[in-house]
């Protein structure tokens, strides 16, 4: 059974940064394309980034792709979401996800992490 821990979320003010970090247990994650989504109250929870097997390819939402940048670090069974010029709308709770797939929608992903919330003050 695979296990995915979030964290890294917090505080911080419009304009800033924050790195999340998600570690897996239980399975090596190396074949696995990771993703991190995000959701919002009263919103479907959305695709923000996902990275392929061998970091090989990587996907972002078009309005983060110039912002936030997703990397793996199969050595310690780990993906990453380094976040910067970050805006109130940004905020929401983060969570990673794994799928031996691909894909955007979250119904593409079997693993889960529990989510690391981040907020955004203006």
């Known amino acids: 059974q695979v296990q995915l821990v979030e964290s890294g979320g917090g505080l911080v003010q419009a304009g800033g940064s924050l790195r999340l970090s998600c570690t897996a247990s239980?399975?090596?994650?190396?074949?696995?394309?990771l993703a991190w989504f995000r959701q919002s109250q009263g919103k479907e929870r959305e695709f923000v980034a996902s990275?392929?097997?061998?970091?090989?390819?990587?996907y972002y939402v078009d309005s983060m792709n110039d912002r936030f940048t997703i990397s793996r670090d199969d050595a310690k069974n780990a993906v990453h979401l380094q976040m910067s010029s970050l805006h109130v709308e940004d905020t929401a709770a983060y969570y990673c996800?794994?799928?031996?797939?691909?894909?955007?929608?979250?119904?593409?992903?079997?693993?889960w992490g529990q989510g690391t919330q981040v907020t955004v003050s203006s």
């Open positions: 239980g399975r090596s994650l190396a074949n696995y394309t």
């Open positions: 996800a794994a799928t031996l797939k691909s894909g955007y929608h979250f119904r593409d992903y079997e693993y």
């Open positions: 990275v392929s097997s061998g970091s090989v390819f990587t």
